[in-house]
């Protein structure tokens, strides 16, 4: 098993190396240099009990949100819950429980899976790296630094399709190269 130092240097690698170096998210870099995201490793089986648990973690996160401003973000990272569909089950239960109890507006939740793949592609679209990471993760984000920070940007509903472009233009091989290189952070 993983140690959770190391998993969350394999994160931050991927934050550094994909999410910042290929511009996936254009003002994940800001946070990084503030060094303001804070990283959570949840180690819940993907059983009933363990999403129960794993989605009561993703509560506690947004109450710690809520009274320390200044953490900008939170990545939760669920190494055991490695089933692509069991991972879409517990963010669909994510988003539901988020709403019920207010957070809707307040908070949005970005996914991200080892083996990501959107409904219109096929496994092998490196598109799907655009959401790929080392490790089932949640990305807590505030609504209202996303509304800051797309306001200084121009089309950015464009963003996911540039997104996409890059990807599919760097290639399958280059795409799980950049992910997998990001497993080897901790083995030096």
């Known amino acids: 098993m993983v140690s959770d130092d190391r998993l969350i240097a394999q994160i931050r690698e991927w934050v550094l190396s994909v999410v910042i170096g290929d511009n996936f998210c254009p003002f994940a870099r800001k946070e990084m240099e ?5 990283y959570r490793v949840l180690r819940n089986q993907p059983d009933d009990k363990g999403l129960e648990e794993g989605l009561m973690a993703l509560m506690a996160e947004c109450k710690t949100l809520d009274d320390k401003p200044d953490i900008e973000t939170t990545l939760l990272v669920y190494p055991e819950i490695d089933d692509f569909h069991d991972f879409l089950g517990l963010l669909e ?14 908070y949005q939740l ?4 080892p083996d990501y793949c959107f409904a219109d592609t096929t496994e092998d679209d490196p598109a799907n790296y655009t959401n790929r990471s080392p490790y089932p993760t949640l ?6 630094s996303i509304e800051r920070a797309l306001s200084g940007i121009e089309n950015p509903g464009r963003i996911p399709e540039r997104n996409i ?6 290639g399958l091989a280059a795409m799980q190269a950049k992910l997998n290189a990001c497993l080897k952070k901790g083995d030096d």
């Open 93 to 106: 239960m994510a988003n539901q429980l988020m709403a019920s109890q207010d957070y809707e507006g307040i």
């Open 34 to 38: 503030n060094d303001n995201i804070r």
């Open 139 to 144: 990305h807590l984000i505030r609504e209202a």
């Open 165 to 170: 472009r890059h990807a599919r233009a760097a």
């Open 110 to 113: 970005a996914s991200f899976h």
